[in-house]
């Protein structure tokens, strides 16, 4: 069977939704480069979220200047060959949430990192989102490219159709649909069966739990949330 064609933007999404921790690079008071490490999610529009403290270093450089570069490495890809993984370098500017976009943005991001409820309403944390400028793509030998943000984003009308739906569909997909979930948890990510249970879902995959955290992705990125239980019923039979 001949590789199917590579496509960047595609790959890129991947890493993007299915990473859970990022290097941050931030500019301090004399414009000289900060690493530190953080957690992430991404929102509906595949933006990537944070949540931190004002005690930290990072943030005050972001509340200086938001301009900040974004270090993704695939899950996997840190074991064996470091340098052998997928991984996305982002650029783009984070912003301070107001509490008017703070609850959804907090819901995506308390889906992934539920620890986080513990201090997730102290006064000095803030959620900042990002809306990737670009992304510097490493997939692997031969594979090095750039993907602009505008390949990376989801529009809004579609955000905010899986938005409207998710309550809907994660209870179908939990419920009726369990078979087929598991069933597409087996076929394409080669996990052993269980209870698993969609925490979230949005146009690229599902975000499951059972002992932690996997992403199941979806073939392609979906049209609208009236795709998803049609794209997980391909994924569980193995249909393209």
């Not at 301090?28 to 930290?56: H, N």
């Not at 969609?198 to 049209?223: E, K, T, W, Y």
């Amino acid at each position: 069977m001949p590789e199917p064609e590579f496509d960047a933007a595609t790959a890129a999404r991947k890493i993007l939704r299915s990473t859970l921790v990022g290097s941050l690079g931030t500019l301090d008071e004399e414009g000289a480069p900060f690493v530190s490490l953080i957690t992430i999610a991404t929102d509906q529009e595949a933006s990537v979220l944070c949540l931190i403290s004002r005690l930290a270093v990072h943030t005050r450089n972001l509340d200086r200047d938001g301009r900040a570069s974004l270090l993704l490495v695939a899950p996997g890809g840190e074991s064996g060959d470091p340098l052998a993984g997928g991984r996305i370098t982002l650029t783009g500017r984070f912003e301070r949430l107001d509490e008017a976009s703070r609850a959804a943005a907090m819901g995506a991001f308390l889906s992934r990192h539920p620890e986080a409820e513990g201090y997730a309403t102290f006064t000095d944390f803030g959620l900042f989102r990002m809306r990737p400028g670009q992304a510097h793509l490493v997939a692997g030998f031969g594979r090095i490219t750039r993907v602009p943000g505008d390949r990376l984003a989801v529009s809004a009308a579609v955000a905010n159709d899986f938005s409207e739906a998710q309550e809907a569909l994660l209870a179908e997909i939990n419920a009726a649909s369990a078979a087929v979930l598991r069933a597409a948890v087996i076929r394409q990510l080669g996990l052993p069966d269980g209870p698993w249970s969609a925490v979230s879902v949005d146009a690229d995959g599902v975000d499951l739990r059972q002992n932690g955290l996997v992403r199941l992705p979806f073939a392609g990125r979906l049209p609208g949330a009236s795709e998803v239980l049609p794209a997980l019923r391909k994924l569980g039979s193995g249909i393209d």
